[in-house]
Nanobody, 122 residues
Framework: QDRLVESGGGLAQPGGSLTLSCSTSKDLFRNNAIAWFRQTPGNQRERVAVISPSLTINYADAVKGRFTIWRDHNANAVKLQMNDLKPDDTAVYYC????????????????WGQGTQVTVSS
């Protein structure tokens, strides 16, 4: 079954860290670019980071130097390490998968997870 399952969200203090995980099937993992988007109430989803099957990576300017995306091949999962978290990082984070060109679109690729809440607050 082609689906994405996010985990790892929660509450962090400013300057803290969280690691998100997006688990999926082996075929979807191997054949698709996988991205993390985030969304706050009243705003459109914005792409945070994306990684291709060949490990090409792209980050949004707002998270460069703080977030790291990688593929965990043993777990068929894409992880997002978030360091030096800021209150502006508070959002629901969604995992998205599709072709490289599609996940770079504002509407993302074909497959979406249900989202995980990240809250950064003291």
């Amino acid at each position: 079954q082609d689906r994405l399952v996010e985990s790892g969200g929660g509450l962090a203090q400013p300057g803290g860290s969280l690691t998100l995980s997006c688990s999926t099937s082996k075929d979807l993992f191997r054949n698709n670019a996988i991205a993390w988007f985030r969304q706050t109430p009243g705003n459109q989803r914005e792409r945070v980071a994306v990684i291709s099957p060949s490990l090409t990576i792209n980050y949004a300017d707002a998270v460069k130097g703080r977030f790291t995306i990688w593929r965990d091949h043993n777990a068929n999962a894409v992880k997002l390490q978030m360091n030096d978290l800021k209150p502006d990082d508070t959002a629901v984070y969604y995992c998205n998968a599709g072709t490289w060109n599609n996940v770079l679109r504002p509407i993302g690729g074909r497959y979406w997870g249900q989202g995980t809440q990240v809250t950064v607050s003291s």
